[in-house]
């Protein structure tokens, strides 16, 4: 079942790629000179090899002219200066899985930096949102640079905006706890900062941990989070062939893995606690954070060196449920924006048009087996789609409204308690 | 409201700049050059301006990467013939090993088409100039032709039933410009009396609204290295996108139609399409197209029932149908360019279209008539009525204003291509040089499409 990772750098000599008893097919990262230029998934028979002769006709099949590309692009740049790096935040929210977190904590301590400059000072906080046990302070407590932050009312954007307040880097990367990041991740953050100091949102690759379930080799072959190996610059009110553009805020990332100018954010308002909240709305926060970003008229980059490793769910039943709770979100997001955003009220209605379509053309396509995915994970994104569009957004305000409500009379009671006391 | 599209050229190898804010269009079309050969052309809205220069090199890359690829590997990055997809042609991928170790390509690339081309013959060439009454054209493309980088042979400049005397005055301005005064109109008729008034051993035509590069020349002569080759095209870059007829003009004209490598047309393709009609018209234009003066002599010279104050156009590609039946090659060169200004009215853009499709349809039959080839037939009464069955069902759906598109000019296409098969009947009489072989057909094909 489990699909292996391999790392291939074409400026190396290949490797033979063997696939295991157990093994049924491969997953190939291909860089060149370390940076991701491609990833493709094959299946193959198991106890097998893969000579580097066929390996090198796939590769250069598959990516000819990236790799052509990427030698253009060296021709093309020219001399790179040194530069004044951005002070930079690492911001980790996390809650109950210490196991997790303690081995992204590492990989962000090993990851390179730059050559063409080095970051004033980089920070790295934990968000330890609404936990239930002192496991992960009792982590952090011994990872000497790390700071601890708790923030007590459940949900991913309260915990994010805390680290917004508490953070004190020009830049503020965010990663989920589920990622590790590639040793080029900061390379590849401080290479889109130079080549576009002007934009207030990154986002980048994100590939797969592990391939060792059924569910996280059925996630990625359909897609995953991928948004491909090239640089994108999305500046502007219009995108050509996206007619939709910039309310379909899919394209722009994912939220396990973007940074933003801090200021900038803050002015913006940063993250709405009504989405991302958990249970019942997991989702839709990084798709409202770009989409204003956007609207506001700030150029957002995505840098595909800047990337990380995502740990999918590991359970089928999981995996249906991040389907769902992708379809909840979007539509959420959908219905917010909708509200707040009078101006694009025609291109969402639109969206939700097309989003319905597609989903069941793919849902037809799914059920005579031309897709990847079985009909009820897209069953399960179209039902989490009409629920969000049925109105999860408003509802999801006035439950965070409630949590808000008791956290400050869990505050007043609490100040009320130490005048008494005194 | 329309805004129009500014055409911007960059020469890579002068480092690439930020493209500034133009005020009052609607986007940039930029095309990448370097050391004077186009490789890549990338359309930019507005409001993606001013673009920082490492975002313009990002474009810059992916736009030129495949025809670097073309120039310098012998596999894997070939332009793909216009053919449907159904038919499979396997471009072998490119060697890892010899992708791997090119460094530095477009130096290479300078280096490999400025390398003096042994064996190459010294051909010389003849420019023709067809024009009629537009002196301020044509004086626009003689300022151009004087700044060749390597001399012509001879430029004539074939005056086509003129109304007055001022093209004559313009011509004899410029000394080492000749002058042919050809009073039957047609614009066939003007260039094969061109072909008879020159002597060189290629004769390169081009029109009066059209300016050509410094290499034009150069890059044409170099592209009938083969012997075989006896039909050269080259690249038509627009020379302005001002109103909305140039840029309607232009989307026929997308860099997937006419793109940055190189294409070589043989009999191979002829005989794989020859059953669905061969899309000779995807081969090129008549403004900048060149011939060996033998293949007039083996295939016949332009029909002068075709083109321009005929039936209307096609006389160009109706040429290299022959061409290829008689199993020599055309070639298209996207390094010898030209600029071309197209009709700035509507009116004269559907004017245009008319005309086209008459000379498209009364070619298709002309065609059929020499060679029995049915696949003409085949497009003419099949594919055709289809596709325009189905423009018009497309017309139809969308019937909210909007940008004019192809189907906007769905009734002059359809007229047109009445015209083209009345005119055809009408000047059937005409002696066909060639005679009657008949081949087999096979209808059952599936529908082609793309014009």
């Given amino acids: 079942m489990p699909y292996p990772i391999v790392e291939i750098d074409v400026t190396q000599p290949l490797p033979v790629i063997s696939i295991s008893e157990n093994e049924t097919g491969v997953a190939i990262i291909l860089r060149r000179k370390g940076r991701p230029i491609d990833f493709w998934m094959e299946a193959m028979p198991p106890n097998c090899e893969l000579p580097p002769e066929d390996l090198s006709v796939q590769i250069s099949e598959r990516a000819k002219l990236k790799l052509l590309g990427e030698n253009i692009s060296d021709e093309l740049m020219p001399p790179r200066k040194a530069w004044r790096l951005p002070s930079l935040t690492v911001a980790i929210c996390t809650k109950d899985r210490p196991e997790l977190l303690v081995r992204c904590l590492k990989s962000v301590q090993a990851t390179q930096y730059p050559d063409f400059g080095t970051p004033s000072f980089i920070e790295t906080i934990v968000i330890d949102n609404a936990p239930s046990d002192e496991a992960t302070r009792a982590l952090v407590g011994s990872m000497p640079g790390v700071r601890y932050t708790c923030e007590p009312k459940p949900g991913l954007d309260f915990a994010r905006n805390r680290a917004l307040r508490e953070a004190t880097g020009e830049l503020l990367a965010f990663l989920d706890d589920d990622v590790v990041v590639d040793r080029r991740w900061l390379v590849g953050l401080m290479e889109a900062w130079t080549e576009n100091p002007d934009a207030v949102a990154y986002t980048g690759l994100v590939l797969p941990y592990e391939l060792a379930t059924e569910a996280q080799i059925l996630f990625e072959k359909a897609g995953g989070f991928r948004r491909g190996f090239d640089k994108l610059r999305y500046h502007g009110q219009t995108l050509s062939n996206n007619p939709l553009y910039p309310c379909g805020a899919g394209i722009f990332g994912a939220g396990a893995n973007m940074a933003f100018q801090r200021e900038k954010l803050i002015e913006l308002g940063g993250f709405d606690e009504a989405l991302d909240t958990g249970r019942p709305l997991p989702g839709g926060g990084d798709l409202d954070i770009f989409y204003r970003v956007i609207r506001a008229g700030y150029p957002l980059v995505y840098e595909p060196q800047y990337m990380v490793f995502h740990q999918h769910r590991r359970e089928i039943k999981a995996l249906r449920r991040q389907y769902w709770s992708w379809g909840l979100g979007f539509m959420a997001f959908v219905g917010k924006s909708y509200h707040s955003d009078p101006p694009k009220r025609s291109k969402f209605l639109r969206l939700i048009l097309w989003w319905f379509k597609d989903r069941l053309r793919y849902l037809k396509g799914s059920l005579r087996g031309r897709h990847e995915l079985p009909p009820y994970m897209v069953l399960a994104e179209l039902w989490g789609g009409v629920i969000g569009l049925l109105g999860e957004y408003s509802r999801s305000s006035r439950r965070i409204k409630h949590i808000r409500a008791i956290h400050m009379s869990f505050i007043a009671t609490g100040l009320r308690l130490c005048i008494f006391l005194r | 409201m329309f805004a129009p599209w ?118 010389s060439v003849s420019v023709v100039v067809c024009t009629r009454d537009r002196p301020e054209h044509l004086v626009l493309c003689l300022r151009s032709l004087e700044k060749l980088s390597e001399r012509p042979y001879e430029i004539l400049v074939i005056d086509n039933a003129p109304t007055s005397d001022a093209t004559r005055c313009l011509v004899s301005e410029t000394p080492e410009v000749r002058y042919i005064l050809e009073p039957r109109p047609g614009l066939s008729i003007a260039r094969n009396k061109g072909i008879e008034n020159s ?85 090129g234009a008549g403004a900048n ?15 002068e029932r075709l083109g321009a104050g005929a039936a209307g156009c096609s006389e160009d590609s109706e040429l290299w149908y022959r061409v290829l039946a008689q199993g020599w090659l055309c070639r298209y060169e996207p390094t010898a360019v030209v600029y071309h200004y197209h009709r700035k009215e509507l009116s004269d853009l559907e004017h245009q279209i008319y005309h086209y499709m008459r000379g498209h349809m009364a070619a298709l039959l002309i065609q059929f008539d020499k060679y029995r080839h049915w696949g003409n037939l085949y497009r003419a009464f099949g594919v055709l009525p289809w596709y325009y069955t189905k423009l018009f069902r497309k017309s139809l759906r969308n019937l909210m204003p909007g940008p004019k598109s192809q189907a906007g ?35 059952s094909e599936q529908e082609y499409i793309s014009k």
Wanted: charged share 20%; glycine share 6%; proline share 8%.
């Fill in chain 2, 6 to 123: 500014k055409i911007v050229h960059i020469e890579l190898s002068q480092g690439i700049p930020e493209l500034p804010f133009y005020y009052g269009i609607q986007g940039a079309c930029v095309v990448f050059w370097w050391h004077g050969i186009p490789l890549g052309e990338q359309k930019i809205q507005v409001d993606h301006l001013p673009m920082p220069a490492f975002q313009l090199r990002q474009l810059a890359t992916k736009a030129i990467t495949p025809a670097v690829g073309d120039h310098l590997v012998n596999h894997g990055f070939k332009a793909r013939l216009p053919m449907p997809p159904s038919i499979r042609l396997f471009d072998k991928p490119p060697d890892l090993q010899t992708l791997m170790a090119l460094d530095q390509p477009l130096r290479r690339l300078r280096r490999h088409l400025s390398q003096p081309r042994d064996g190459l013959p010294c051909l």
């Fill in chain 2, 199 to 283: 002597s060189a051993d290629v004769i390169a035509f081009t029109d009066d609204d059209v300016m050509v590069h410094p290499d034009w020349i150069t890059r044409l002569r170099q592209s009938f290295q083969s012997p075989a080759v006896m039909a050269v095209t080259g690249l038509v870059l627009p020379a302005e996108l001002e109103t909305e007829a140039q840029f309607l003009f232009q989307q026929g004209n997308e860099p997937s139609k006419w793109g940055y490598r190189a294409l070589t047309f043989d009999s191979d393709f002829f005989e794989l399409m020859k059953s669905r009609g061969v899309p000779v018209w995807r081969i």
């Fill in chain 2, 289 to 303: 197209m060149a011939f060996r003066r033998k293949i007039f002599d083996i295939v016949g010279d332009f029909d």
């Fill in chain 2, 409 to 443: 000019t769905l009734g002059a296409q359809i007229r047109g291509c009445l015209a083209g098969v009345k005119y055809y009947l009408q000047n059937r009489s005409c002696s066909s040089r060639f005679g009657a072989s008949a081949d087999k057909a096979d209808w």
